[in-house]
């Protein structure tokens, strides 16, 4: 079974540019989530979607912060403009359901100079 | 204001030992814990759970104890390998899907 492929793995911007992630969930997931890990803290999650709708993006900075999944699969999620502390490695989830268990892609660790 | 925490940034210990791993929460709501292990460069991935009608929960070398009273949580491993060394997360779920991670301990396995 394939997992949760996230792309790119590295990204390095300046501040004030803008910049996405992608995240392909395991098939057949309906729940997707991102997740923000700053270095030395557990991961916060930004967002949460049931197929292509939101469930939980409270904690999402709106201002900068823009997250869709199209056709309730494939998510992007992207900063604009980036700032300094959004350095960071960006997770991707999914879930079969939204009470079962979160699997993890690698990440994508975003470098804000 | 951190309602999981993880007061031990390291853990070293012996290949064969016991290692424990504590967590802390503030939120009594919380209905649902569970362990999450992440090698370098790769997501976590779920170890073990235990919801909070339970105060332990068994998984071959991997054993996770809660003790609602105190608000804690450990996790023991059992015995203790070289492949274990790595971070270990313990998370609290507030809602479907919501989990809220402490900062993680990072264990280290000496052959």
């Known amino acids: 079974e394939a997992g949760v492929a996230q792309s790119p793995r590295y990204k390095i911007i300046e501040k004030r540019q803008s910049v996405a992630f992608w995240c392909n969930p395991i098939?057949?997931?309906?729940?997707l989530y991102w997740y923000q890990q700053i270095l030395g803290q557990g991961p916060k999650l930004l967002i949460q979607?049931?197929?292509?709708?939101?469930?939980?993006d409270s904690q999402l900075p709106k201002d900068r912060f823009s997250a869709e999944r199209l056709k309730g699969v494939d998510s992007t999620l992207k900063i604009q403009p980036a700032k300094l502390e959004d350095s960071a490695v960006y997770l991707c989830?999914?879930?079969?359901?939204?009470?079962?268990?979160?699997?993890f892609g690698s990440g994508t660790q975003l470098s804000v100079l | 204001d951190q309602q999981v925490k993880q007061n031990s940034p390291s853990l070293s210990v012996q290949e064969g030992r016991i290692s424990i791993l504590n967590c802390d929460y503030t939120?009594?709501?919380?209905?649902?814990f569970l362990w999450y292990k992440k090698y370098p460069a790769e997501g976590p991935t779920f170890l073990i759970s235990?919801?909070?009608?339970?105060d332990k929960n068994e998984d071959g070398r991997f054993t996770v104890f809660l003790n609602k009273s105190a608000k804690h949580l450990s996790l023991h491993i059992v015995p203790s390998q070289p492949g274990d060394s790595a971070v270990y997360f313990c998370?609290?779920?507030?809602?479907?899907?919501?989990?809220?991670f402490g900062q993680g301990t990072t264990l280290q396995v000496k052959p």
């Open positions: 989830a999914s879930s079969l359901r939204i009470d079962e268990k979160l699997f």
């Open positions: 098939s057949g997931h309906a729940t």
């Open positions: 979607f049931q197929n292509n709708g939101v469930v939980d």
């Open positions: 939120n009594s709501m919380f209905d649902y």
């Open positions: 235990i919801s909070s009608i339970k």
């Open positions: 998370a609290a779920s507030e809602g479907p899907g919501k989990l809220i």
